[in-house]
């Protein structure tokens, strides 16, 4: 399974983006999936998952009203809407796939493949 996350960028704070993240090599639709963070001189930590079927969600408090995370069996993509940015949301984000898909996880060992990651800057 590879994994290709995309559509980072510089926004200003208050403002919004779209993360894209694209697999090939597998059965997309059996996957739960999930978007994690790493800010600089940080641990790398949860942001939101999604159930293979796309009805279950979990999301950090941290970001919780704010992000939303959906997918597309389809076209085998699952997206990250932020909103309302803050500086404090800068950091790389990476898509991770859970083989089991069953419930959305938090657990970063939960997850087998893990996409190269895509850099989210806010300015304030």
């Known amino acids: 399974v590879q994994l290709q996350a995309f559509g980072g960028g510089l926004v200003q704070a208050g403002g919004y983006l779209r993360l894209s993240c694209t697999a090939s090599?597998?059965?997309?639709?059996?996957?739960?999936m999930g978007w994690f963070r790493q800010a600089l001189g940080k641990e790398r930590e949860f942001v939101a998952a999604?159930?293979?079927?796309?009805?279950?969600?979990l999301y950090a408090d941290s970001v919780k009203g704010r992000f939303t995370i959906s997918r597309d069996n389809a076209k085998n993509t699952v997206y990250l809407q932020m909103n309302s940015l803050k500086p404090e949301d800068t950091a790389i984000y990476y898509c991770?796939?859970?083989?089991?898909?069953?419930?959305?996880?938090?657990?970063?060992?939960?997850?087998?493949?893990w996409g190269q990651g895509t850099q989210v800057t806010v300015s304030s």
């Open positions: 991770a796939a859970d083989l089991l898909g069953v419930v959305p996880s938090t657990h970063q060992p939960q997850y087998e493949y």
């Open positions: 090599g597998g059965t997309f639709s059996g996957y739960g």
């Open positions: 999604i159930n293979w079927s796309g009805g279950s969600t």
